[in-house]
């Protein structure tokens, strides 16, 4: 019988590769553990795991099993879950991330109206790029994360859903000698560039300009997750703040930041994007986030 038990055994030692190792994560004697294993190798008439090499590795048999089996251990913890919020009559909680600008942009707007509607529900926000916040999603530490999504790798085991474009600019304190008057990338760059982690196509994009060898990377005087610190710095020094329009709206309004005007400079801009684990079923908290993130996310301002 392919029960649950029976079943978080199976991903225990796919984990694990090692019976004792297995067997000590699921509180079970080894001998226990291993009955389980066989007991379900019975129940399914396959070999489920070779146990004739250093360390125990799935059969094909074991790994078809072992894919569908956690799908159906994280529906089960979901179900689980779900059923404790009804009874609660509350939406419930939830973990997500957000890169550096959709947190400059988007979370001004959405982390207010989540908290008016939902002033019980308790939410944690990680604010990262996009490579740490993908290790976050694998390991199931956040549920969903948003985020400049060109640089993702292509992977069967998420989704990403469009979020739209922001588009970037550079921009510097107002009475920079930059401001007001046509620039070529080389002068802007020679005051340093304070930006977030930029896509592959942007920075290719920028080396083209600035007529670097192939393959050469354009130097960044400072690269930060954090768009209020990068702000900062170029409202004190000469330092040239590269993000998006919506970033630092409200400073080209009051005119303390003065859009450049480069020479030859493609435009720029940033693929927002919704990303989740494939096959997995959001909490309903989770799933009213992200109404709210894709209807702010129509309402930022792409800039002129």
Same mark, same amino acid.
């Given at each position: 019988?392919?029960?649950?038990?029976?079943?978080?055994?199976?991903?225990?030692? %796919?984990?694990?590769?090692?019976?004792?190792?297995?067997?000590?994560?699921?509180?079970?004697?080894?001998?226990?553990?291993?009955?389980?294993?066989?007991?379900?190798? $019975?129940?399914?008439?396959?070999?489920?795991?070779?146990?004739?090499? #250093?360390?125990?590795?799935?059969?094909?048999?074991?790994?078809?099993?072992?894919?569908?089996?956690?799908?159906?251990?994280?529906?089960?913890?979901?179900?689980?879950?779900?059923?404790?919020? /009804?009874?609660?009559?509350?939406?419930?909680?939830?973990?997500?991330? !957000?890169?550096?600008?959709?947190? !400059?942009?988007?979370?001004?707007?959405?982390?207010?109206?989540?908290?008016? !509607?939902?002033?019980?529900?308790? @939410?944690?926000?990680?604010?990262?790029?996009?490579?740490?916040?993908?290790?976050? @999603?694998?390991?199931?530490?956040?549920?969903?994360?948003?985020?400049?999504?060109?640089?993702?790798?292509?992977?069967?085991?998420?989704?990403?859903?469009? @979020? +739209?474009?922001?588009?970037?600019?550079?921009?510097?304190?107002?009475?920079?000698?930059?401001?007001?008057?046509?620039?070529?990338?080389?002068?802007?760059?020679?005051? +340093?560039? %304070?930006?977030?982690?930029?896509?592959?196509?942007?920075? %290719?994009?920028?080396? !083209?300009?600035?007529?670097?060898?192939?393959?050469?990377?354009?130097?960044?005087?400072?690269?930060?997750?954090?768009?209020?610190? @990068?702000?900062? &710095?170029?409202? #004190?020094?000469?330092?040239?703040?590269?993000?998006? /329009?919506?970033?630092?709206?409200?400073?080209?309004?009051?005119?303390?930041? &003065?859009?450049?005007?480069?020479?030859?400079?493609?435009?720029?801009?940033?693929?927002?994007? &919704?990303?989740?684990?494939?096959? $997995?079923?959001?909490?309903?908290?989770?799933?009213?986030?992200?109404?709210?993130?894709?209807?702010?996310?129509?309402?930022?301002?792409?800039?002129?």
């Amino acid at each position: 019988m392919m029960d649950l038990r029976r079943l978080s055994h199976l991903v225990a030692l %796919a984990d694990e590769r090692h019976f004792g190792r297995a067997a000590d994560r699921m509180h079970l004697s080894q001998p226990a553990f291993s009955r389980s294993i066989q007991a379900l190798e $019975r129940a399914t008439g396959q070999r489920l795991f070779d146990r004739d090499t #250093s360390d125990v590795k799935p059969t094909p048999a074991g790994t078809f099993l072992i894919e569908r089996a956690r799908r159906v251990l994280f529906d089960a913890r979901s179900l689980q879950r779900d059923m404790k919020l /009804y009874g609660e009559s509350r939406l419930g909680n939830t973990a997500f991330g !957000a890169g550096p600008l959709p947190a !400059a942009t988007l979370m001004p707007k959405v982390l207010p109206e989540l908290r008016r !509607a939902h002033p019980q529900v308790e @939410l944690r926000v990680e604010v990262a790029n996009w490579v740490l916040l993908l290790d976050r @999603l694998r390991s199931e530490d956040i549920e969903f994360f948003i985020a400049e999504v060109r640089n993702l790798p292509p992977d069967p085991a998420i989704d990403i859903g469009p @979020l +739209g474009q922001q588009r970037g600019g550079f921009f510097v304190r107002s009475g920079h000698v930059l401001a007001g008057r046509h620039c070529t990338a080389a002068e802007m760059w020679s005051h +340093g560039v %304070a930006t977030t982690r930029l896509p592959a196509v942007v920075m %290719a994009a920028v080396a !083209a300009v600035l007529d670097l060898p192939p393959g050469q990377d354009p130097a960044l005087a400072l690269q930060c997750d954090d768009v209020t610190l @990068l702000r900062s &710095v170029a409202l #004190s020094t000469d330092t040239v703040l590269g993000v998006s /329009y919506a970033a630092v709206r409200a400073d080209i309004d009051a005119g303390t930041l &003065v859009p450049l005007s480069v020479e030859r400079f493609p435009k720029l801009f940033s693929e927002m994007g &919704v990303v989740t684990l494939r096959n $997995r079923s959001p909490s309903p908290m989770a799933k009213r986030a992200i109404e709210v993130i894709v209807r702010v996310a129509l309402e930022v301002s792409l800039g002129p």
